[in-house]
């Protein structure tokens, strides 16, 4: 259900492979482009600490008004994190040049993948979203890691550095509270005397893990020992799906952040909005910088 076209960029200005990996349909002139910044890139970029394992942070994204937004307040935050790789997985069939774009000046180190939904799961009345994204992530991190930590980040939450600090040495599957700007207003596991107690969860059902996507992270190698470990395409099922593939129990998580005393990220969750007005497209703004701005934009209908 999932295929990417990838290439490497390198650069005669340096003698390694360019940090940044671009995996999609690409055209000559984007590999040009990226190529040519590869200096200007390595020399922004903070030391990195060769000691600290690597975090994969798979970010599952989608073209609408707000992406580009959350995507840069995101990166924001990541660049004052050291030792991560960025797979942003866009759910689309053409690259978004303006991610890619902004992906390369943000000089974290980051992979973009082309990973749309399947269409027989676009036909559903409640759509599995983000299944494929993170699969295609997770597929990314098989092929090139083996060691570090996997993290699932939505580009609409927000993101404490202390979090990463907190799951970096992650030995199998690590939790941690997540803040819920909802009626519910937390996602947590329940501890009592430090021993797991149980779930807190504005929808437990009949999960065995009850957690926000947010609110865990695992460890690459134990991630490769579990082969057959996957994100299931089963709406309100997908955290729990997955990490039922992991054969972990609940009691032998590893709780993070104080003993799930603190929170160090919020499901914010930006409020969905409109398309823009087609105003900007009157003649009126021929030959001004609108008509560049314009294609930045989606255009309402």
């Given at each position: 259900?999932?295929?990417?076209?990838?290439?490497?960029?390198?650069?005669?200005?340096?003698?390694?492979?360019?940090?940044?990996?671009?995996?999609?349909?690409?055209?000559?002139?984007?590999c040009?482009?990226?190529?040519?910044?590869?200096?200007?890139?390595?020399?922004?970029?903070s030391?990195?600490?060769?000691?600290?394992?690597?975090?994969?942070?798979?970010?599952?994204?989608?073209?609408?008004?707000?992406?580009?937004?959350?995507?840069?307040?995101?990166?924001?935050?990541l660049?004052?994190?050291?030792?991560?790789?960025?797979?942003?997985?866009?759910?689309a069939?053409?690259?978004?040049?303006?991610?890619?774009d902004y992906?390369?000046?943000?000089?974290?180190?980051?992979?973009?993948l082309?990973?749309?939904?399947?269409?027989?799961?676009?036909?559903?009345?409640?759509k599995p979203k983000?299944?494929?994204?993170?699969?295609?992530?997770?597929?990314?991190?098989r092929?090139?890691?083996?060691?570090?930590?996997?993290?699932?980040?939505?580009?609409d939450?927000?993101?404490?550095?202390?979090?990463?600090?907190?799951?970096?040495?992650?030995?199998?599957?690590?939790?941690?509270?997540?803040?819920?700007?909802?009626?519910?207003?937390?996602?947590?596991?329940?501890?009592?005397?430090?021993?797991?107690?149980?779930?807190?969860?504005?929808?437990?059902?009949?999960?065995?893990?009850?957690?926000d996507?947010?609110?865990?992270?695992?460890?690459?190698?134990?991630?490769?020992k579990?082969?057959?470990?996957?994100?299931?395409?089963?709406?309100?099922?997908?955290e729990?799906?997955?990490?039922?593939?992991?054969?972990?129990?609940?009691?032998?998580?590893?709780?993070?952040?104080?003993k799930?005393?603190?929170?160090y990220?919020?499901?914010?969750?930006?409020?969905?909005?409109g398309?823009?007005?087609?105003?900007?497209?009157?003649?009126?703004?021929?030959?001004?910088?609108?008509?560049?701005?314009?294609?930045?934009?989606?255009?309402?209908?």
């Open positions: 259900d999932l295929s990417v076209v990838g290439c490497w960029c390198s650069s005669s200005l340096t003698s390694a492979r360019c940090p940044h990996s671009y995996f999609s349909f690409y055209d000559k002139e984007l040009f482009s990226l190529t040519r910044t590869v200096k200007e890139e390595l020399g922004r970029k030391p990195q600490d060769p000691k600290l394992p690597t975090i994969y942070i798979i970010t599952p994204t989608y073209r609408r008004p707000e992406q580009m937004p959350e995507l840069i307040r995101f990166a924001q935050t660049m004052n994190v050291p030792n991560i790789h960025w797979i942003v997985a866009d759910d069939n053409t690259t978004n040049y303006d991610v890619v992906l390369t000046y943000s000089s974290i180190p980051h992979t973009y082309l990973t749309p939904m399947p269409e027989k799961y676009k036909q559903l009345s409640i983000g299944v494929a994204n993170r699969n295609g992530g997770l597929m990314w991190v092929e090139h890691a083996t060691s570090g930590v996997v993290y699932f980040a939505d580009d939450n927000t993101y404490d550095i202390r979090l990463f600090q907190e799951i970096r040495y992650t030995e199998r599957v690590s939790m941690f509270p997540v803040g819920l700007v909802t009626k519910a207003g937390l996602s947590s596991p329940v501890l009592k005397n430090g021993k797991f107690h149980g779930w807190y969860d504005g929808w437990i059902a009949k999960r065995k893990f009850p957690v996507m947010a609110g865990f992270a695992v460890s690459v190698q134990y991630l490769l579990m082969q057959n470990a996957e994100m299931p395409y089963k709406a309100g099922y997908e729990d799906g997955f990490l039922r593939s992991l054969k972990i129990e609940p009691e032998e998580i590893e709780f993070k952040a104080d799930c005393t603190k929170i990220v919020w499901h914010t969750q930006t409020k969905k909005n398309p823009s007005q087609r105003t900007i497209l009157q003649s009126k703004y021929n030959g001004t910088n609108l008509r560049i701005l314009e294609k930045k934009m989606m255009i309402e209908s």
